[in-house]
């Protein structure tokens, strides 16, 4: 419902994200006026591979974007701007004269690619592919996830070189959806989503002439690469008709930018399905020597881009998701916090969630998920309390690699996400890291990120320091944990994580 103290004009921001697709209403504060959101299938066909209906995906986007307006109480003639955010790396191919997926989208968790990054590796190496793109060959990626389908959908590859067809990762997907489809829609990426493709080149912000042939994907089918804060086009149809879509990040650069990340040296960590910490690193790429990513942060306009390191887990609120759906320990997500609070410790139980195999800092595709310690001592409760603390250990790991490759010491976190509500979370991260986390007062950065930026397109806000003003503190956590305990508990999670390692051989 429209706040009564709200009055328009708004920005409307889409996520599409991993779970669910989103859109929310924001006012020129920041605030958010109305949400609406729904959850589409997560298909499983075989053990590590995840896929999405783009249709249906689609079709979810155009009922919440109608949710949303309706909720607010307004009419598009209120909205000045659209933004779009999404769930990254998750690949996507087209007929363009149809607009009919030709496959289900390979969902950025889904490592069915593995085996041929490592022959990638093989053949090119493993260090010409981060030179030039910031990212290590892994199946995480968008590059090899086109590859797979156009070698193992009949005929694709014909009809891609025939230019009959078109790839996207998921904000193409609804920005030509939007403007239009088969009827004129726009096919464009970002900067920010580019760069997860692993085709982009991380220096000249271009599709890269020899990665492409090296990894066999046509150019014909890829998208224009613009900034992050532009008009791409009109939506054309539906509940914001004639409205312009003005920005597109991948949602972890979306989250940096709406938690107001603009500076060197800040940082910000999303939990959600997985958990991603990103550092504005200023406007040069930062190699990486312990295991993050390079990736671009954000491109406004014509300006220079910035840059981010980043440390990606894979599996984190999706833990507790699968504690729920798949082993039937609690019945909500939420109710992992009374589980785990039930007890004062691990019991001895440390659980390793490789189930996609390890990301940041280690990329080991030949990992496997490990529950290490049992012993007849340890309940449900300590598994619970050990699903948590995995969260907030792989966090840590990301922190330590950060501040080795950045010089900078960690002052405090600013967090954000789904899994922030859970309070014993948070307070255990603040003590495995033994550093201040907080929250803002609009944990739904992501979607706020998109609509900054869109905002900034089209003028809505001035400049990134009206943004500043917009972030307010809602929830501080300090450390209490004692040092000894700490670095007691840390070495024993990391013997967990080596337990993980190796369980796939060459033939799996
Ligand atoms: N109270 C909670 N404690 C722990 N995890 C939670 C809690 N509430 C939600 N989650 C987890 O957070 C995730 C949803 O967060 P969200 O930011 O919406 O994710 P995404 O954008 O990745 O879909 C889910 O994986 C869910 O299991
Ligand atoms: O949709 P989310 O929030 O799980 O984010 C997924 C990431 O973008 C994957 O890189």
Redesign the pocket.
């Known amino acids: 419902m429209t706040d009564a103290h709200t009055t328009g004009p708004f920005i409307a921001a889409i ?1 599409q ?4 697709s989103r859109c929310i209403v924001f006012d020129k504060d920041g605030r958010i006026v109305a949400v609406d959101q729904k959850e589409h299938e997560q298909i499983f066909p075989k053990p590590g591979w995840v896929e999405h209906d783009a249709a249906e995906i689609w079709t979810n986007v155009q009922e919440v974007v109608a949710g949303a307006i309706e909720k607010a109480g307004i009419t598009s003639a209120d909205v000045k701007a659209i933004g779009i955010t999404n ?1 990254r790396e998750t690949t996507l191919l087209w007929d363009k004269n149809t607009g009919e997926p030709v496959h289900n989208a390979i969902v950025w968790q889904d490592t069915r690619t593995d085996a041929l990054c490592k022959e990638l590796g093989r053949n090119v190496g493993q260090d010409r592919y981060r030179r030039e793109t910031g990212l290590p060959l892994a199946s995480y990626f968008a590059g090899p996830k086109a590859r797979w389908l156009l070698d193992n959908v009949e005929g694709l590859r014909e009809r891609a070189e025939r230019g009959e067809i078109l790839f996207g990762t998921m904000d193409s997907w609804v920005i030509w959806n939007l403007t239009g489809g088969v009827d004129g829609g726009v096919h464009v990426t970002d900067v920010t989503n580019a760069s997860r493709t692993m085709l982009m080149n991380l220096h000249t912000m271009e599709w890269d002439d020899k990665i492409l042939q090296s990894m066999e994907v046509p150019a014909a089918i890829l998208p224009e690469i613009r900034s992050s804060a532009e008009v791409y086009g009109l939506a054309k149809g539906g509940a914001l008709d004639g409205i312009p879509v003005a920005s597109a990040l991948g ?1 972890q650069q979306a989250a940096l930018f709406g938690q107001t990340c603009f500076s060197q040296g800040e940082a910000k960590s ?5 958990t991603f910490m990103l550092m504005n690193t200023g406007d040069e790429p930062v190699n990486s020597y312990n295991g993050l990513l390079t990736t671009v942060g954000y491109r406004i306009g014509d300006q220079k881009a910035v840059y981010a390191l980043e440390g990606s887990i894979a599996v ?6 699968w504690m ?1 759906d798949q082993m039937g320990l609690i019945n ?3 109710e ?2 009374t589980l785990a609070s039930s007890v004062e410790d691990n019991g001895g139980a440390y659980f390793v969630p490789a189930f996609s195999g390890l990301f940041a800092p280690y990329w080991r595709s030949d990992a496997r998920g490990v529950i290490a310690g049992l012993t007849r001592y340890v309940t449900k409760a300590h598994i619970a309390r050990a699903v ?1 603390e995995a969260t907030a250990w792989q966090t840590r790991e990301i922190t330590d690699a950060m501040t080795k490759d950045s010089g900078v010491e960690l002052t405090a976190l600013k967090v ?4 922030t ?2 309070n014993l ?1 948070m307070q255990t991260l603040s003590d495995f890291l033994d550093a201040p986390v907080v929250r803002p007062m609009v944990a739904e950065t ?1 979607c706020l990120g998109a609509a900054y930026a869109a905002g900034l397109a089209v003028g809505f806000w001035p400049d990134t320091d009206a943004l500043r003003a917009n972030w307010r503190r809602a929830a501080e956590w300090t450390p209490r944990m004692d040092a000894d305990k700490r670095e007691r508990e840390y070495k024993s999670w990391l013997k967990a994580v080596e337990r993980t390692m190796g369980w796939l051989d060459e033939e799996n």
């Open positions: 996520d994200g991993t779970t669910s769930q949602d999303t939990y959600g399905t997985g984190t609120g999706s833990l507790v998701q729920r909500s997500a939420a992992i916090e948590l954000d996400g789904g899994m509500s859970n979370l992501t």
